[in-house]
């Protein structure tokens, strides 16, 4: 057996151990899992949260800090996959959502607070107007539903590697359950490449729909030229641009397109902007967004049951306003952006074929040598020591993505880290004959 061989094994010995520690350790998660296996499928109602041998289940939270049923303390660095970015039970939101509650919940009228929550949506992200929605995926549908009515085309330029909701996900070309429309799929980064397409599909182009930095395929920035080209060669054929920022708009104060100095038709949000609520948002061009002005005689239809719910509305607009300033948001992003380089720096020390990928308050981990431009970059990488990585940071308290994400919240500080700098290290110490 050769040296490749031997090490295989070694990591496969290595993960063996380690998710026998995992097991050993929750046996509360997995009684929880298995009565959970009876009413849902597989235990589960959101895929994402999944994993073998199962899942560990939480059973509070504080600020940054998370316990299991086996009353073990993890530091929260998931951060809900940017969703929770003021971290648990904010006392500023908490008290926007009680006074709420003492309003009325489901009022199924116009309430006082949704205009002036889409107005400090606009002012934030330079918006010309905005709908709101129950999610990113829901937003992603009806921005691409009326890109397609708004230019007259079908045909909808997407990226291998991207996600923009359940029914938008485009890891390996595609899923099953995607929305039916007409995808031409391009490689992200690839100035030359999606250049040439657009040009052969300008005439049947609606739009070109991305990520300003992928999310959930490895935390992978956009280049400058790239967005350059993709702004100019849209205008050039009557196509729109729509930036996903249903994770990036917290990476900048006006959203990860102010820092990058692109300027998109329609944006898409989400996430952290409903204050920890269920939450989805759309909006742009006004004379786009306009075409579901209910005084139209040709007005588009869109409904929602909770689209202005008090709770949603209160809580993010106490949150954009009063606790995610611009100041804010450069100071939390100013520290991950510190964070990912001493973790970078301790990669580079040990000579690992490890990496952390991303910009601001967003990472993620990739076990390769070399750029990381795009989602084919990523599946480079080692995927048996991105899931030993993952139980080992289990093991020292560290709460992250199975694949490797994670995030900043507000509260995360110093102390917590430097508890993810020591894990690394001594991740980096232990593996060290497994990374070169």
Same mark, same amino acid.
């Given at each position: 057996?050769?040296?490749?061989?031997?090490?295989?094994? /070694?990591? /496969?010995?290595?993960? @063996?151990?380690?998710?026998?520690?995992?097991?050993?350790?929750? =046996?509360?998660? #997995?009684?929880?899992?298995? &009565?959970?296996?009876?009413?849902? =499928?597989?235990? @589960?109602?959101r895929t994402v949260l999944h994993y073998a041998p199962f899942p560990l289940a939480m059973a509070r939270a504080d600020g940054c800090r998370m316990w299991d049923l086996d009353g073990r303390e993890f530091v929260d660095f998931l951060g809900e996959y940017t969703a929770g970015l003021y971290g648990h039970s904010h006392p500023v939101i908490r008290a926007a959502v009680e006074r709420a509650l003492d309003g009325g919940i489901s009022l199924g009228a116009c309430n006082m607070v949704e205009a002036r929550f889409a107005r400090a949506v606009c002012e934030r992200f330079g918006?010309?107007?905005?709908?709101?929605?129950n999610s990113g995926t829901e937003a992603n549908l009806l921005a691409m539903s009326l890109g397609r009515i708004f230019t007259r085309r079908n045909r909808v330029l997407v990226f291998n590697g991207g996600y923009h909701g359940t029914v938008f996900g485009f890891a390996g070309g595609g899923s099953p359950i995607n929305v039916p429309f007409d995808y031409v799929l391009a490689r992200y980064n690839d100035v030359a490449g999606t250049q040439a397409l657009i040009? $052969?599909?300008?005439? $049947? #182009?609606?739009?070109?729909?991305?990520? =300003?930095?992928?999310?959930? !395929? !490895?935390?992978? =920035?956009?280049?400058?030229?790239?967005? +350059?080209? #993709?702004?100019?060669?849209?205008?050039?054929? !009557?196509?729109?641009?729509?930036? $996903?920022?249903?994770m990036t708009s917290r990476l900048a104060p006006g959203g990860l397109q102010s820092a990058l100095g692109v300027k998109p038709d329609l944006t898409t949000l989400g996430k952290y902007i409903g204050g920890g609520m269920s939450f989805g948002a759309f909006g742009g061009r006004a004379e786009i967004m306009d075409l579901f002005d209910p005084r139209r005689v040709d007005a588009l239809p869109h409904a929602g049951t909770f689209n202005n719910n008090v709770l949603?509305?209160?809580?993010?607009? +106490?949150?954009?306003? $009063?606790?995610?300033?611009?100041?804010?948001?450069?100071?939390?992003?100013? *520290?991950?952006? *510190?964070?990912?380089?001493?973790? @970078?720096?301790?990669?580079?020390?040990?000579d690992a074929a490890m990496q952390f990928t991303g910009q601001g308050s967003m990472l993620a981990v990739h076990m390769l040598r070399g750029s990381v431009r795009s989602p084919e970059d990523a599946a480079n990488g080692d995927a048996k020591l991105k899931e030993l990585f993952f139980f080992d940071m289990l093991a020292r308290g560290i709460w992250l993505a199975r694949r490797g994400m994670m995030t900043l919240s507000l509260p995360i500080d110093d102390v917590e880290c430097d508890a993810l700098l020591a +894990?690394?290290? &001594?991740?980096?110490?232990?593996?060290?004959?497994?990374l070169e």
């Amino acid at each position: 057996m050769g040296g490749t061989g031997l090490r295989n094994t /070694d990591i /496969d010995a290595a993960l @063996n151990e380690a998710r026998e520690g995992y097991v050993t350790g929750a =046996p509360a998660s #997995l009684a929880r899992y298995v &009565e959970a296996t009876t009413v849902m =499928p597989g235990g @589960n109602t959101r895929t994402v949260l999944h994993y073998a041998p199962f899942p560990l289940a939480m059973a509070r939270a504080d600020g940054c800090r998370m316990w299991d049923l086996d009353g073990r303390e993890f530091v929260d660095f998931l951060g809900e996959y940017t969703a929770g970015l003021y971290g648990h039970s904010h006392p500023v939101i908490r008290a926007a959502v009680e006074r709420a509650l003492d309003g009325g919940i489901s009022l199924g009228a116009c309430n006082m607070v949704e205009a002036r929550f889409a107005r400090a949506v606009c002012e934030r992200f330079g918006l010309g107007r905005v709908r709101f929605t129950n999610s990113g995926t829901e937003a992603n549908l009806l921005a691409m539903s009326l890109g397609r009515i708004f230019t007259r085309r079908n045909r909808v330029l997407v990226f291998n590697g991207g996600y923009h909701g359940t029914v938008f996900g485009f890891a390996g070309g595609g899923s099953p359950i995607n929305v039916p429309f007409d995808y031409v799929l391009a490689r992200y980064n690839d100035v030359a490449g999606t250049q040439a397409l657009i040009a $052969d599909h300008g005439e $049947d #182009l609606a739009l070109v729909i991305l990520e =300003p930095m992928i999310g959930s !395929g !490895g935390c992978i =920035p956009a280049s400058s030229d790239f967005l +350059a080209m #993709l702004r100019q060669e849209t205008t050039r054929v !009557g196509a729109l641009l729509v930036l $996903d920022e249903v994770m990036t708009s917290r990476l900048a104060p006006g959203g990860l397109q102010s820092a990058l100095g692109v300027k998109p038709d329609l944006t898409t949000l989400g996430k952290y902007i409903g204050g920890g609520m269920s939450f989805g948002a759309f909006g742009g061009r006004a004379e786009i967004m306009d075409l579901f002005d209910p005084r139209r005689v040709d007005a588009l239809p869109h409904a929602g049951t909770f689209n202005n719910n008090v709770l949603t509305m209160s809580a993010g607009l +106490a949150g954009l306003t $009063d606790v995610y300033t611009p100041a804010a948001a450069a100071a939390l992003n100013g *520290r991950g952006d *510190r964070l990912r380089g001493q973790l @970078n720096a301790v990669c580079r020390s040990a000579d690992a074929a490890m990496q952390f990928t991303g910009q601001g308050s967003m990472l993620a981990v990739h076990m390769l040598r070399g750029s990381v431009r795009s989602p084919e970059d990523a599946a480079n990488g080692d995927a048996k020591l991105k899931e030993l990585f993952f139980f080992d940071m289990l093991a020292r308290g560290i709460w992250l993505a199975r694949r490797g994400m994670m995030t900043l919240s507000l509260p995360i500080d110093d102390v917590e880290c430097d508890a993810l700098l020591a +894990a690394v290290e &001594e991740f980096v110490s232990a593996r060290r004959s497994l990374l070169e």
